[in-house]
């Protein structure tokens, strides 16, 4: 069965940073992309980033909003993805999604199927 | 970025009704279109991708239909266990974008 449990969500303040951790289990990690998606209070949902499979040497492409504020990296020693958090603005306040990619990258084509429960990170002074 | 506009936002139904909900994309997106379902608390849960195509262990009583802009979400007959929100999501370009979702209750 394919799990995949965030954690590392809390409280934080606008500025500091924060590290998700997405620890899955049920299928040959290093073969898959994964892929980070949140959803503000009361927001529709927004794709963060995602980051490659082995066969694509862990590649890692970013939403704009994102951009140079976060990085997504992998250790498929222990099967577990990271969402690096730099820079925090009260706007990433959400609920944050670790998801497996059908494939090994994230192309045209090439979807999301399954996804963890969320972990909450809540950014305020 | 691809807009979808999803439609209802909400709805409310009988057990054994047929529920449809509809989804557009604001350009051609081919067939690569997903619908999830999402109960608050738990990961949201892949129903069909490729537009129509049915992920594996999901019951037949939901489909969908449609193709380049138009596309449909189907229970054909209701379940309480049916309760929850839709979402469903374009995958052409990056990002990946969703619809607003739609509520679904049972009246």
């Known amino acids: 069965e394919v799990q995949l449990v965030e954690s590392g969500g809390g409280l934080v303040q606008p500025g500091r940073s924060l590290r998700l951790s997405c620890t899955v289990s049920?299928?040959?990690?290093?073969?898959?992309?994964m892929s980070w998606f949140r959803q503000a209070p009361g927001k529709g949902l927004e794709w963060v980033g995602f980051?490659?499979?082995?066969?694509?040497?862990?590649?890692?492409e970013y939403a704009t909003s994102v951009k140079g504020r976060f990085t997504i990296s992998r250790d498929d020693s222990k099967s577990i993805a990271y969402l690096q958090m730099n820079s925090l603005k009260t706007e990433d306040t959400a609920v944050y999604y670790c998801?497996?990619?059908?494939?090994?990258?994230?192309?045209?084509?090439?979807?999301?199927?399954?996804w963890g429960q969320g972990t909450l990170v809540t950014v305020s002074s | 970025d691809i807009q979808m506009t999803q439609s209802p936002s909400s709805l409310s139904a009988s057990v054994g009704d047929r529920v449809t909900i509809t989804c557009q994309a604001s350009q051609d997106i081919s067939n690569y279109l997903n619908w999830y379902q999402y109960k608050p608390g738990k990961a949201p849960k892949l129903l069909i991708y490729d537009a129509s195509d049915l992920e594996t262990g999901v019951p037949p009583r939901f489909s969908g239909s449609g193709s380049g802009t138009d596309f449909t979400f189907t229970i054909t007959s209701l379940q309480p266990k049916d309760i929850g929100s839709y979402y469903c999501q374009q995958y052409d370009n990056l990002p990946p974008t969703f619809g607003g979702g739609t509520k679904v209750e049972i009246k």
């Open positions: 049920g299928f040959t990690f290093g073969t898959y992309a």
């Open positions: 998801t497996r990619v059908r494939g090994a990258t994230m192309v045209r084509g090439v979807f999301v199927d399954f």
């Open positions: 980051i490659g499979g082995k066969a694509y040497g862990g590649t890692t």
